[in-house]
């Protein structure tokens, strides 16, 4: 199939709105990915035709649900070659994934073992952690990162200890851009005998992390940067580990057998779901999997790249441009700022000519405090985007960096 | 003196006149530039006005009766909003402060800025102002 564009855009109905009375231009896809009819669908035939609540109804209903719901945990296990549906935890989102695990650890770990984070995570990679620390007088490492943007693995190298409990990093940084060496990490992680649990929120609407292949032992992400519903996401487990972990809620749908005195919980992966789920937007996800994997990720990948250094060119020819984040391996994702004109001042112009683009910390502030900045424009771009819209958010930034110097 | 009400008037008036909202930014940059600035030395934490994704910090004082605020950010449009809030509320006696309502803001069409989605902190701009002014009120009544 040939990369059409145009015919992808009409997808996507909200791309042909008008936003502050211009065609919107959105580039925030690295905070949520627009999403294409076929998932908003999927959402309305839920409700309108098989509504019920799912794994306990003996009724008709009940069971297509149930089966449209584990079907997309399959299709899930399928995207990423996960070894077991079980090993699929539907939560809500990343930031759940990573509680759950962070809040398991905290009872398996104890005073004098380690754990490693980077110096380019999303506080919500960060603030579970240092939860565990205050809860278990765990030590907190962190892999310091250089100018471009890239961890330095020498120095994770030295960090890595047989104190080493656990090493968490995002696959891909929200604000850089910058795609990790996950593989490598995992490895010498495993060499130490800890853990790894990657955060892939940024990562798996631009590549196809193959769980088995990485050898990761968690992984999360969440389905509304993947032109999925918000509100779900998938916490990935080898099994042996899921079954080392205790639940992270007690409620319905996790337990066995509840009685006052004791309950054994439920097996996976339904140890780790109490309460009826987001059952509408776990089947949505997976429609929006069967969708990027009709376009073909490795071309959305290839298109995206495109887009990247074709906006990075545009964009370096601006006076005062400085970009953040310069990895060689990375997404398209631009962070920058303009001489000293402040990002929300940027981003309150470029918004009244209709393009959407993140400003701020990005829930980063390590990593502003790093270029010892108040934060960036960030702009994320996506399959759905064009040349033509680039043009038009350069043009733009130069207005508004005449109105604002 | 001016009222608080005739000032938030003038201000709606001379908003009325612009055709788009360019000329509007434009407008309110050039007000930041004319904000009466909070000392340096007073760019104290506690003076730093939370929620907003630019720093605001804010500065009172009590002056034979009246509240003389100063304040600064280090975004040019933030600036530009406070420096209108200012003018409203600068040079007013505590009481008249806290009696006051702000629909004006409605009117001058910066409604999007009061969304507490919106990351500049206009609501807790508002509130920081009417805090120091309940503070000297507390005084007065003593």
């Known amino acids: ?38 998932v908003i669908d999927s ?9 019920a609540n799912i794994h306990r109804g003996v009724h008709t209903l009940s069971q297509v649900a149930t089966d449209a719901y584990e079907l997309s945990r399959q299709k899930i296990k399928k995207h990423f070659n996960a070894a077991k549906d079980c090993e699929i935890i ?66 994770y190298e030295n960090l890595l200890s047989n104190n ?14 910058t795609v990790n060496p996950i593989k490598e990490i995992i490895d010498k992680a495993h060499q130490k005998g800890a853990a790894v649990l990657i955060d892939g929120a940024q990562a798996t609407s631009h590549l196809i992390p193959d769980f088995q292949e990485l050898d990761v032992d968690f992984y999360v992400t969440s389905a509304h940067k993947m032109c999925g519903p918000t509100g779900v996401g998938i916490l990935y487990g080898k099994e042996e580990w899921l079954k080392k972990l205790p639940p992270y809620q007690g409620g319905g749908e996790m337990i066995k057998e509840v009685t006052f005195k004791k309950t054994t ?19 949505a996800f997976g429609i929006a999997i069967d969708y990027l994997n009709t376009i073909g990720l490795k071309k959305i990948a290839t298109y995206e790249n495109e887009l990247l250094t074709y906006a990075t060119d545009q964009l370096m ?9 310069t990895s060689k391996n990375k997404v398209a994702v631009i962070s920058f700022n303009i001489g000293s004109i402040h990002s929300y001042d940027i981003g309150t112009i470029i918004d009244k000519l209709g393009i959407a683009v993140r400003t701020g910390q990005h829930c980063t502030q390590p990593i502003m405090d790093f270029y010892k900045i108040s934060g960036t424009v960030r702009a994320s771009f996506a399959f759905y985007n064009t040349k033509q819209e680039i043009d038009i958010f350069i043009k733009a930034i130069k207005k508004a960096k005449m109105m604002l110097s | ?30 007000l930041g530039k004319s904000l009466p600035l909070i000392s340096e030395n007073n760019k104290l934490e506690d003076r ?43 040079n007013q006696t505590p009481n008249d402060i806290l009696n006051s309502n702000t629909n004006f803001i409605d009117k001058i069409g910066l409604k999007e800025h009061l969304s507490p989605t919106r990351a500049n902190g206009l609501l807790s701009m508002i509130k920081q102002l009417k805090i120091y002014a309940l503070a000297f009120q507390t005084q007065i009544n003593k």
């Open chain 1, 90 to 155: 539907f939560t809500s989102g990343c930031t759940h994934g990573i509680n759950i695990v962070a809040s398991g650890f905290s009872s398996l770990l104890k005073k004098g073992d380690e754990i490693i984070v980077s110096a380019m995570e999303h506080h919500s990679n960060i603030v579970p952690w240092q939860m565990l620390c205050e809860k278990t007088g765990v030590l907190l490492k962190v892999i310091p990162m250089n100018e471009d943007g890239e961890l330095i693995i020498s120095e």
């Open chain 1, 1 to 38: 199939m040939e990369f059409d564009v145009q015919k992808i855009r009409q997808d996507f109905p909200i791309l042909s709105k008008k936003v502050n009375g211009y065609p919107l231009v959105y580039f925030d896809n690295a905070a949520t990915s627009q999403k294409p009819q076929v």
């Open chain 1, 164 to 177: 080493t409990k656990i090493v968490f990093v995002n696959h891909v940084s929200n604000s850089l851009g």
């Open chain 2, 48 to 90: 730093l006005i939370t929620g907003c994704q630019s720093k605001v910090w804010l500065d009172a004082e009590l002056i034979d009766g009246k509240i003389n605020y100063t304040a600064d950010s280090d975004a040019i449009i933030t600036k530009g909003i406070i420096a209108i809030l200012l003018r409203v509320f600068s």
């Open chain 1, 265 to 283: 919980y439920a097996d996976l992966p339904h140890k780790f779901e109490a309460g009826t789920p987001n059952i509408s937007a776990g089947i």
């Open chain 1, 43 to 51: 959402i309305v035939d839920y409700y309108s035709n098989y509504n």
């Open chain 2, 1 to 30: 003196m001016m009222t608080i009400e005739l000032i938030q008037d003038e201000i709606i008036d001379e908003f009325s006149m612009f055709d788009d909202w360019m000329q509007k930014y434009e407008y309110m940059i050039d």
């Open chain 1, 317 to 325: 020819k601006v006076e005062g441009m400085k970009i953040y984040g």
